[in-house]
């Protein structure tokens, strides 16, 4: 709805027509946040919840699941922007591009946005923890996240 991923949607489109919002704004890192929960941390959450009740897992599972996908979702946008901004290093944007939206390397810089990647796993993982053996896919599929961190 108007407050998950259309909404998250309507904020990048907001961010778009607007233009670029100003590295130095204090709100940035809150912003983006916001943005990368409301749409590719929403997947998450909805893969690993749809997932979750179709096994029949009690309330507090579902809780701890849904914290562990809020914080690898984000963090698997943190890393997937950190990997954008590498591959594009040396190239040069396009007359007309819009620069918008700012990724978490523009604002945080590269390694603290790495170190940021890597906290929330630990979050998300440490979320499961209790779950013991069952949560191991989970898990291998985190480890893969943190690879492609490198």
Known sequence: GSTGMVGGQAMEMDFRRRGRMSLGDSCG????????????????????????LVAGATHDQLSMLTRFA??????????????????????????????????FP?????EDARKYAIELTRAGLDAIEILGAKADPLRQLTMELLERAG
Do not use: M, Y
């Open 29 to 52: 890192i809150r912003h983006l946040e916001s943005l990368a929960r409301l749409k590719t941390g929403a997947l998450f959450v909805a893969s690993v919840r749809c997932g979750a």
């Open 70 to 103: 809020e914080n690898i979702g984000l963090a698997f946008q943190i890393v997937d922007d950190i990997l954008d901004k590498d591959k594009d290093l040396g190239q040069s944007q396009q007359p007309g591009e819009s620069p918008w939206p700012v990724s």
């Open 106 to 110: 523009d604002i945080l810089d590269t």
